[in-house]
Each structure stands twice: as C-alpha cells, then as structure tokens.
T-cell receptor, first 116, second 114 residues
Framework: AQKITQTQPGMFVQEKEAVTLDCTYD???????LFWYKQPSSGEMIFLIY??????QNATEGRYSLNFQKARKSANLVISASQLGDSAMYFC?????????????FGEGTQLTVNP | DAGVIQSPRHEVTEMGQEVTLRCKPI?????LFWYRQTMMRGLELLIY????????DSGMPEDRFSAKMPNASFSTLKIQPSEPRDSAVYFC????????????FGPGTRLTVT
C-alpha cells in the first residue's frame, strides 16, 4: 500500500518569495516515482515535476525544484520567486514502479495563495 | 500537440438518467486513466487501461459505472443510472508506458446530478 501525506491545507507567500510545500510518503515498493501537480482555479491538473527514487540529484524544472530526502521519505516542492499565477492547489503523488502498475496515489493537496 | 480532450465539459442531468463521458487521449499514449474528484474524497482513480485493455477497475464505485476503450484514441465512462452522489469532476488522463510515466490530464467534466 502507498500513502501520501500533505500536512499543509493552506499556505500563503508573498510575491517574489520562495515557498516550500511539504509532502511525505510511505511505500513498501523499493522503486518508486514522485510527482507534483498544480490545479489552478480553472480546474485542470498540470504536471510540474518528477523525481525517481534512485535519481542521484534533486529534480528541477524552471522555478520548481523537488527537495527529495529519501531517508525521511519526504518530497517537498520548492517554488522560487513566487508569482501571482502560482496561486493554486498543489498535489503530491507517487507511483510504486514495481508493484502498483500505472496507478498514482495522490495526497489531499495544499492550497497556495500568493499575495501581491 | 493537442492535449487530452474530454467532452462534455459540463453535464447536468436528473437522477436516474444515463450519463456518458468521453475522452480522447494524447496521440501515441498507451495508458489511459479515469479519475473522480470531490471535496470529500479528493482525487480517486476509478479505472485505467494499458493498450486499450482494462488493468485495474478496483476504484469503480459500483455496477452503475462502466468504462470502455474500443481503440487507442477513444474511451468512455458511463454511469447508468446516475445518482446525486455521482456529482463530481471526472478527469481523464493519459501517459506513455515509459519512465517516468507522468500522466497528462484533460480539462475534466463537471457532472451535476439533480
């Protein structure tokens, strides 16, 4: 079984500052992938970034980076230089690469609000 | 390239009616997923297909729900008969079956059953 926990229902950040959204996970799968998705108020789900459990370096995609701490089972999303358009719900998800097929398990989400 | 296409975007129907949601995955993707999102239960996987074959339908709530994928470019999710508790946003997503297997979501269908 897999579980994703996002403990921050809501987060606030000032425009141009950095923000970290927390995600912890639990899995018995020795090999897995971690994902972050963004859901703006318009409703679509947008893939942001991926981290493989055996990747040596933390993933980065533009202003997004994933702070992966395997021993702590955490995969926090860091957004640098926040913009007003970053206001959205953010979901952490994982996939066990050996046991769960193509199934993604999602967390409950964190609502990020960027203030001007 | 076009993303995942879903239709209709909004559907309002009366309890007891049949509802059919449609999805066209990204061309070349060989996995397709149907999700349901509600405030109470969050994002739930209902069923997914690999190469048009249903692999895991354990998330399908009950026999009122059925999904088909007759070919690589089209899938349907049908609810018959619909009930008010089926009101939700239904997402279709697709992916390649190669690492990292990231899924690309459609815009969703907002279903309201009165």
């Amino acid at each position: 079984a897999q579980k994703i926990t996002q403990t921050q229902p809501g987060m606030f950040v000032q425009e141009k500052e950095a923000v970290t959204l927390d995600c912890t996970y639990d899995t018995s799968d020795p090999s897995y992938g971690l994902f972050w998705y963004k859901q703006p108020s318009s409703g679509e789900m947008i893939f942001l970034i991926y981290q493989g459990s055996y990747d040596q370096q933390n993933a980065t995609e533009g202003r997004y980076s994933l702070n992966f701490q395997k021993a702590r089972k955490s995969a926090n999303l860091v957004i640098s230089a926040s913009q007003l358009g970053d206001s959205a719900m953010y979901f952490c998800a994982m996939r066990g690469l050996e046991t769960s097929g193509s199934r993604l398990t999602f967390g409950e989400g964190t609502q990020l609000t960027v203030n001007p | 390239d076009a993303g995942v296409i879903q239709s209709p975007r909004h559907e309002v129907t009366e309890m007891g009616q049949e509802v059919t949601l449609r999805c066209k995955p990204i061309s070349g993707h060989n996995s397709l997923f149907w999700y349901r999102q509600t405030m109470m239960r969050g994002l739930e996987l209902l069923i997914y297909f690999n190469n048009n074959v249903p692999i895991d339908d354990s998330g399908m709530p009950e026999d009122r729900f059925s999904a088909k994928m007759p070919n690589a470019s089209f899938s349907t999710l049908k609810i018959q008969p619909s009930e008010p508790r089926d009101s939700a946003v239904y997402f279709c997503a697709s992916s390649l079956r190669t690492s990292p297997y990231e899924q690309y979501f459609g815009p969703g269908t907002r279903l309201t059953v009165t």
